[in-house]
């Protein structure tokens, strides 16, 4: 059985002189076996498609998605981009809930964020313009991000762990005066990467 979510203000984006088609297939069962859900843009809710929240297997066919173990954009961000999940551990999860997705927005060449120790943007601060797999080792003296802001037209994954593991945070263009605006219980973010696979 196919379940279809065709949200019409998702199935196309322009974006730099050309269309992005969003698309992302997700399965009941391991290796991309049982019931599918595939979904184009914006999906608050996997019930409300008639798809329950197990997903075992997801297959990226083009954009950067995120996706959230639970309905209505909230609670475990992944980041899964351009490719084939035969497993949830390979999207760096401990079990098999997902209740809601949408596309990356943002895409293109020109990344740069600057963190901050404390909140509103105040304490030390770091440029970044590329993946850093230890903040530390790059001089920022704490392992506490309380504040980012997101310049340019990229989106970055940051990892409360060195090495691009642990929990992940999506961020987009804009500006995050607390970590509870991107959904963090704490501010611990020891790695960050560029989101760079997009078709």
């Not at 008639?50 to 997903?55: D, L």
């Not at 083009?62 to 899964?80: E, V």
């Not at 098999?96 to 293109?108: A, K, L």
């Amino acid at each position: 059985m196919i379940l279809v979510n065709n949200n019409s203000s998702g199935l196309e984006r322009y974006c730099h002189c050309f269309y992005i088609t969003f698309t992302i297939v997700f399965y009941e069962g391991r290796c991309f076996t049982g019931r599918r859900l595939e979904v184009y843009g914006d999906c608050d809710n996997f019930q409300d498609r008639g798809f329950m929240n197990r997903v075992n297997s997801v297959r990226v066919e083009s954009g950067a998605w995120i996706c959230f173990d639970h309905p209505d954009f909230k609670g475990q961000q992944y980041i899964l981009e351009r490719g084939e999940y035969p497993e949830f551990q390979r999207w760096n999860s401990h079990n098999d809930h997902m209740g809601s997705c949408r596309p990356v927005r943002m895409h293109g060449e020109h990344y740069r964020m600057q963190l901050f120790e404390g909140c509103n943007y105040t304490g030390q601060c770091m440029d970044l313009c590329d993946d850093c797999p230890f903040l530390q080792s790059r001089g920022f003296n704490t392992n506490c991000v309380n504040s980012v802001r997101v310049f340019g037209d990229g989106a970055w994954v940051m990892y409360e762990e060195p090495n691009f593991r642990g929990r992940m945070y999506i961020v987009e263009r804009g500006n995050y005066c607390s970590h509870n605006e991107w959904q963090a219980q704490n501010p611990n973010i020891q790695s960050i990467r560029r989101i760079v696979n997009y078709f």
